[in-house]
């Protein structure tokens, strides 16, 4: 009985996640406004997703934002007097947070009896996906490659998989960079990487995606944000460095925003205690430098990167520091609807159709941006892809990651076979 006790304690505690206390009587609401008005919210608030507004209110944006009890009546003053329309959409985000975590919990237990290494039926920790991604260079020393790009701020190691059947050596095929988890808190990114690298390694080693292309795929760049959501607060988004000035009250930097690209220009916030904080200087975080050497190793051949985000469904394009197209803007647009279609063929009903566009054109100005440094210095096709996140905001509950990652499949294996196609 004892010996019971003892591993359903430890059983638990295997991810189980803490400081949801710090949520209680925390609301979320969905604001409509104009771009500006919401981007300005950005700065001083948790914001929690910004998509285009119903077509009703064409030219408005809605956000979800979290409201703590001491704030919430000081901006819902500011959002009447602005004339911007709220709904409060939950009552309490501690307990949504609790629900996830129990949720977790069952799907980890059913997941460790099944006895695979790891699968898409619940969350896994950062070490234990790190051993998966050694375990599976180990079996196919031949087509998987696993590098410790670097370490992160608090001294994790960051991996990036390379696939390839030429060993990276055919200078001729093209390559394809994807990113995943530079934001903490959105958990349904790493699965979709993972599964990408299954699906290329496991099931389709001879189909021409893995035979034509090089793959660079970093499945969890931001491992210190990661394992902070888990254990200390959900929520976080940012790294966890502390190089920056403020950096004792207000740690971290937003990787997003961090990229040599307009940074330090007005669109993201030089307030380390902002959630949209682009550091001190660009490239100033370690995760992100992991993703800066990645994008360059193979630039001159580099054909598609995907920087994988959650939730919003949309695909966003260049640029978006100021809303203007790059010269193959109609290239960018089209491939980005093959692979939206794709997506949306397998999608569930209640999901939202995607979108795709210019980022600052269906939301608002941002400067820093993986997506618009790599089109910047050089990629043809690159994008900010914003899975689905249905009515559960970034808190997806893992019943959904098997959805989620197999139609997400669909559109990048159409966005390769695309590249293959124009090459
Ligand atoms: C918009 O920004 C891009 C770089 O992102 C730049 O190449 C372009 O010249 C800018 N256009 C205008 C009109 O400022």
Redesign the pocket.
């Known amino acids: 009985m004892a010996r019971l006790v003892i591993c359903v304690l430890l059983c638990v505690a295997a991810l189980a996640q803490a400081g949801h206390e710090k949520y209680e009587g925390h609301q979320l609401y969905r604001v409509s406004g104009l771009s500006d008005q919401i981007a300005e919210l950005e700065a001083s608030l948790d914001i929690l997703s910004t998509k285009p507004g119903a077509r009703t209110a064409s030219g408005k944006l809605e956000a979800i934002v979290r409201l703590s009890p001491e704030e919430k009546e000081q901006w819902l003053q500011y959002f009447d007097e602005r004339n911007m329309a709220y709904f409060k959409m939950a009552d309490n985000l501690a307990d949504i947070l609790r629900e996830e975590e129990s949720q977790i919990q069952v799907s980890r237990a059913a997941a460790k009896r099944s006895g695979k290494s790891i699968g898409f039926e619940t969350y896994y920790r950062h070490q234990e996906i790190n051993d998966y991604l050694d375990e599976l260079a180990a079996e196919y020393p031949d087509l998987v490659t696993v590098i410790n790009a670097g370490l992160s701020y608090e001294g994790r190691q960051i991996k990036l998989v390379r696939i390839s059947s030429t060993r990276f050596e055919n200078l001729m095929k093209p390559v394809i960079v994807i990113d995943a988890m530079v934001h903490a808190r959105e958990w349904v990114t790493t699965p979709v990487a993972i599964y990408v690298i299954n699906q290329l390694v496991l099931e389709l080693s001879s189909s021409v995606l893995t035979q034509e292309i090089d793959w660079i795929i970093i499945p969890l760049a931001n491992p210190d944000g990661y394992e902070y959501t888990i254990d200390e607060d959900r929520l976080w988004r940012k790294t966890r460095s502390k190089s920056h000035p403020g950096a004792e009250e207000c740690p971290g930097v937003d990787g997003n925003r961090n990229f040599d ?2 940074h330090g220009t007005s669109a993201a916030s030089a307030n380390p205690c902002s959630i949209i904080y682009e550091g001190p200087r660009a490239f100033s975080e370690p995760e992100i430098r992991v993703i800066q050497d990645a994008v360059l190793s193979n630039l001159q051949r580099t054909a598609l990167y995907i920087s994988l985000h959650s939730y919003g469904n949309m695909f966003l394009y ?7 197209l ?1 010269q193959n803007g109609l290239i960018l647009h089209l491939a980005g609807v093959r692979m939206a279609t794709e997506i949306d063929k397998l999608a569930l009903d209640k999901a939202d159709r995607y979108i795709v566009g210019n980022a600052a054109n269906v939301l608002y100005y941002t400067t820093g941006t993986s997506r ?1 440094w790599t ?2 210095v050089g990629i043809p096709l690159t994008y900010t892809l914003e899975l689905p996140g249905y009515e559960y905001d970034f808190v997806v509950p893992p019943t959904y990651i098997k959805q989620i990652v197999t139609e997400t499949w669909a559109g990048i294996a159409e966005g390769a076979h695309y590249v293959l196609s124009t090459w």
């Not at 260049?318 to 203007?324: H, L, R």
């Open positions: 690209h307009y260049a640029w978006g520091n100021n809303g203007t790059p618009d089109r910047a």
